[in-house]
C-alpha cells in the first residue's frame, strides 16, 4: 500500500521567511495530494491540494509542487506570518485503487516574532 | 469548523467502561469517516460511510463499533478499551467518496479520548 514520508518533523523559521516542508510517496499510481493545517485544540483543515495532472499550484502565499517522477511534493510557504505556526500534515491517495488518504507524520512549524 | 461537529470534546473512560462519539455534518455531504491521531503517528483511517453504507474498515479492533444512521451523523461506540486506545479522535466528511473532485475531506475539532 501506499506509505508516505515527511521531512522534516519540526520547521523553525523568521517571521517573513519562507518555509518548505516535503514529502515522498511510495505508490505512482497516487494522484491526489492534499495538505492539511492542524492549530492547537482544532481538526485539521485543508489548505492547499494538487492534482497529478499539474506541476504546481499557488494560493496568495501559499504553493505547493509535485514531481511525479521522483515521486515527491512539497509546500512552500512564503513571507511567513506568527499564525502559520501550526501542525501541517501532507496526505497522497490513489484515486483508482483504494481511495484512502494517507497521512504524512507531521511538520511542527514554529514562526519566531 | 462549525461544518462537522463532534461531541463530547474530552472523554474520560475505565476500560471497563461503554462510551460512545457522536459527530455530525452540517455541508450535505454523503462519506463521512473516523480516523485515530495518536502522539507522533500519522493520521490512521479507523471506518469510512458512503451514503451510509460502510464501505471500509481498515483492521480496527471490535471494541470499536461505528453506527451510521444517516449521512448527517456517525458514531463510534467504545467498549473495554485498552490505554493505549487513547487518542484525539477526528470524525470527516466528503461530498462524495468516488476518486472525483468532490472528495475533499472537511474535518471536525475531534474527541481527546483518555482511557484509564
Known amino acids: 500500500g501506499e506509505n508516505v514520508e515527511q521531512h522534516p518533523s519540526t520547521l523553525s523559521v523568521q517571521e517573513g521567511d519562507s518555509a518548505v516542508i516535503k514529502c515522498t510517496y511510495s505508490?505512482?499510481?497516487?494522484?491526489?495530494f492534499p495538505w492539511y493545517k492542524q492549530e492547537l485544540g482544532k481538526g485539521p483543515q485543508l489548505i492547499i491540494d494538487?492534482?497529478?495532472?499539474?506541476g504546481e499550484k499557488k494560493d496568495q502565499r501559499i504553493a505547493v509542487t509535485l514531481n511525479k517522477t521522483a515521486k515527491h511534493f512539497s509546500l512552500h510557504i512564503t513571507e511567513t506570518q506568527p499564525e502559520d505556526s501550526a501542525v501541517y500534515f501532507c496526505?497522497?491517495?490513489?484515486?483508482?485503487?483504494?481511495?484512502?488518504?494517507?497521512f504524512g507524520q507531521g511538520t511542527r512549524l514554529t514562526i519566531n516574532p | 469548523e462549525t461544518g462537522v461537529t463532534q461531541t463530547p470534546r474530552h472523554l474520560v473512560m475505565g476500560m471497563t467502561n461503554k462510551k460512545s462519539l457522536k459527530c455530525e455534518q452540517h455541508?450535505?455531504?454523503?462519506?463521512m469517516y473516523w480516523y485515530k491521531q495518536s502522539a507522533k503517528k500519522p493520521l490512521e483511517l479507523m471506518f469510512v460511510?458512503?451514503?451510509?453504507?460502510?464501505?471500509e474498515n481498515n483492521s480496527v479492533p471490535s471494541r470499536f463499533s461505528p453506527e451510521c444512521p444517516n449521512s448527517s451523523h456517525l458514531f463510534l461506540h467504545l467498549h473495554t478499551l485498552q490505554p493505549e486506545d487513547s487518542a484525539l479522535y477526528l470524525c470527516?466528511?466528503?461530498?462524495?467518496f468516488g476518486g472525483g473532485a468532490a472528495d475533499t475531506q472537511y474535518f471536525g475539532p475531534g474527541t481527546r479520548l483518555t482511557v484509564l
Open positions: 470527516a466528511s466528503s461530498q462524495d
Open positions: 505508490d505512482s499510481a497516487s494522484n491526489y
Open positions: 494538487i492534482r497529478s495532472n499539474v
Open positions: 496526505a497522497a491517495r490513489d484515486l483508482q485503487g483504494a481511495q484512502k488518504l494517507v
Open positions: 455541508l450535505g455531504h454523503n462519506a
Open positions: 460511510y458512503n451514503f451510509k453504507e460502510q464501505t
